[in-house]
């Protein structure tokens, strides 16, 4: 399934797409995989965003099926199931 996700926003591009096009002026300045874009952006307008903005990455911080997250034990994390 594919879906067009358009927003302002770098922390929700970062946290939520795989893939990442740079718009600007109505025109894709850089496109490409989202983490290989924002560890080397080429564009000077989405290095001057990364710069300028705080963009937190989500993305691999979540909880596994046995409650640890990023697959390191938690007890805080733990949950009983009945």
């Known amino acids: 399934m594919t879906l067009v996700v358009i927003t302002h926003s770098l922390s929700v ?15 894709i300045v850089e496109m490409g995989d989202t983490e290989a874009l924002f560890a080397d952006p080429h564009s000077d307008i989405l290095k ?26 938690d007890d805080s994390a733990q949950k009983e199931v009945k």
Do not use: F, P, Q, S
């Open 13 to 27: 591009a970062r946290n939520i797409c795989d893939r990442v096009a740079m718009i600007d002026g109505g025109r």
């Open 48 to 73: 001057t965003l990364i710069a300028d903005a705080k963009v937190t990455n989500h993305r691999h911080t979540h909880e596994t099926a046995d409650g640890a997250k990023n697959g390191a034990a």
